[in-house]
DNA sequence: TATGAATGAGAGTTCATTCAT
DNA sequence: CATGAATGAACTCTCATTCAT
């Protein structure tokens, strides 16, 4: 018997210095050992603050007239912590930048999946960004403002958002090679449903701020996949099915 | 006697040309004769040509980053000068907005006659404001970076905006009424229609300033006014007519 | 007579033309009109003036610690003054180090003469370097503590020592092509007479400011032109000719 | 019974297994293993590294320019370290200028005998001071640089240079008495013999970091002792001309 | 009309020092 | 003993605006 314990025990001692080995040596790597980068997850409290007051300073201000001061007092820290998270100003708002493009695309790729039609895609990425905007109103402010000049950051900027454009592209594209889309040409089409859709989501934002973005859906839906003119052979009007606007097309075999 | 009075004309003589060679002299050292290249018949008013610096400018430094120096010298005036025919840079900005947008809204408006249909307006509305954009690129690049934002001047550069694209939506209006277009929300039209525009052409004129601004014509038609979907009786592909891809729909047949 | 009246009076404008154009021209050429760069005679009052209160800013507390708020305070202008005159604190400080180091270099160079003995050269360099530290005292602490490092000001600084000092080792080279001076290494001996000048005058002015510091005169002329050795022959002290100390040498025929 | 043993043994064992690897885990990541090569046996205390770190960055830099991270950086050590082992920035300094002029006085003295001939002390003196400024050469530069001024550290720094300049000035004195050295004033020739000393080795040292400063030696012998005029009736030559003194005598022909 | 030297409030950034761990 | 995140006073430099000429 006391062979089968004392193999018990054994086992359970080899399995305790292994499990334990485990979560120090997962601890160690992840730990800021190997990386002294930012801690991207922020969980760090200060830089989590500091990140969020930034996004409402630089999205009220603009990022010439946002002041560090004005930073610091909303993140009720010191004007030196900032400096002690962030190399300078420009880091701070780059950092913000990469961060806030890279979340509106994983908003909104993380929706589409390859059993939509390109179609619903479309109604997809208008959808999400939609909602994107209304829960980051200032980051939408802030690509609209900064990502237009010369300077080193308004480069990476409009770097992040051509990354963001591209997979508007893609599906675009999709739809093309599917034959469900007119041939237009890609990139304007993209840049177009992007554009569309900031410029019209920023008036709006600013001249009714309590709009309800997504109230917008169908309006988009109708005008970028069915376009202005009226289909002739539609006899009856398209506006019927407003509220969502479902496949505009299972009517086409009409007359 | 007559030596008296030829002493006398001969002073004046001499005095004459102290004068005049003092008056040249003076203009010689005062004047931009030597300095950067200027238009030498100067018929443009003082306050044309800082107008005219402050478009470059600004549009290249952005409204906080471009100083009053930066536009002295453009002008190739002394920095006092501004201040004379301009209370303060604020008002230069707002002074130079409000003629760009309303320069920008002649030109189109321009071109629209009670003539056209709608559909043709809004091609015209395409292609004018191409143009505009492409001949005042940096008013362009102004417009979206500097219209966001709470400040005096940045309401009253909305307010223009709006009228602007209040324009826009008159036509897509009549286009409803008479029928030719589908029912949309002409307010969400309008704004996706400049928008997709705005940003389109800013995209490329930064991702390729040599671009011609122009030929996306054919394809900004094709999307607003076809949309994307495929309309199904539509059994040739409407690309064929790719260059300039005029009147889609004149194939349809229809009295 | 009336020609010849005329003659006179004729050749008196021309002269009063020709000369009001010469001073004309010439007041141009040295008008600001052709040199853009600053007025090295600071006329200007308030280039002078900052010019002043630097010296006495950075030699008080140094480059680092001496601030742009001090040395305005000093000059009674604003801080801006300053920067319009000077591009930076460093151009400020280059500035007031070469025309220091060029006013000690004309002030001992203007004093020597191909006249001079090598060994009266030495005498008047001691004296001229004296007096200057008596008059530019703080010019002198700035010397030795801001010329030793590795950065921009403080090369382009030693630059300036190195121009100066060469100028002693000429003397000390002539000297010795004369026969008149032992075969030293110039250059020791060139930096060791700066040095041992300067050093000693820092110290006596820190540990007595009031000293006079040519009452110093003889000392280093007895040390640097005759060592510290005894000459043995020499039977009467050579310091009973205090004053000037004349060549020490004419006596050199006794016993 | 032996199995409940056994399972606290290898518990036990266990336990202590999980203890080491915890130590080991711990020192690697806190240790600076990883980071710049370090001397391992560390019997240096934290203060040596300290010490010699700030020397380093301190001569580099200049007391205002090095900063408290350089000197953590350089030591290896967290700022907060140093601020446990040393009061402040300033009480840093202060001990190490102490110890460092300590050095040099000791380093000096102790080549120093009463056997030894004044004229040989001189040698001794300017041999030892140019052997430490080659090994100190950094600590050769804090003394030029900050030695001059108002502050408490400054006035601190001169009374331990004016303490080793006394040891200087009691050769001189002493030579004076036994006849052996013209009757100089001693104060101005040790500050001399030290100023000359210091900044000819500075020049050297920045205008060519490979020399070797004790090559300069003779050069030093001959100027200081002999000075710069050739004395013509000196028979013998005094010393017997030394190192490599080139004995600018021996063509005088006598004896 | 036009000028440009002068201004000073305010910006971004640095860094010696502290203190909870 | 040792750490390093946090601090805030103080620095250099900018630039819209004024005003005597």
């Known amino acids: 018997m006391s062979e089968a314990i004392l193999a018990v025990v054994c086992y359970y001692a080899y399995a305790m210095v292994k499990l334990w080995l485990l979560q120090t040596l997962w601890a160690l790597t992840h730990s800021q050992f190997f990386q002294k980068g930012r801690d991207v997850s922020m969980r760090a409290s200060k830089t989590r603050v500091i990140f ?13 007239k946002a002041t560090m001061d004005d930073i610091a007092a909303k993140a009720n820290v010191a004007k030196g912590t900032i400096y002690y998270h962030f190399k300078s100003k420009e880091e701070l708002f780059v950092f913000l930048v990469e961060q806030g493009t890279e979340i509106l695309r994983e908003h909104v790729l993380a929706k589409l ?14 959808h999400e960004q939609l909602t994107f905007f209304t829960d980051y109103r200032d980051f939408c402010i802030i690509i609209l403002r900064e990502a237009w000049g010369e300077e080193q950051r308004q480069r990476q900027f409009r770097r992040m958002l051509v990354h963001y454009v591209r997979a508007i592209e893609e599906v675009v594209l999709a739809g093309i090679q599917t034959g469900e889309f007119v041939e237009v040409d890609t990139t304007t089409t993209a840049w177009s449903i992007f554009g569309g859709l900031s410029i019209t989501a920023l008036h709006h934002l600013f001249a009714d701020p309590s709009v309800d973005l997504t109230s917008l859906q169908p309006h988009f839906e109708e005008l970028l996949l069915r376009g202005l003119i009226r289909s002739v052979p539609n006899t009856h009007s398209s506006t019927a099915e407003d509220g969502n606007a479902p496949s505009p097309l299972t009517e086409s075999g009409e007359i």
């Open 52 to 64: 969020e007051a930034a996004i409402d300073i630089f999205s009220e201000r603009g990022f010439e």
């Open 113 to 126: 999946s390859d059993q939509m039609t390109p179609t619903d895609q479309i109604r997809t990425i208008i």
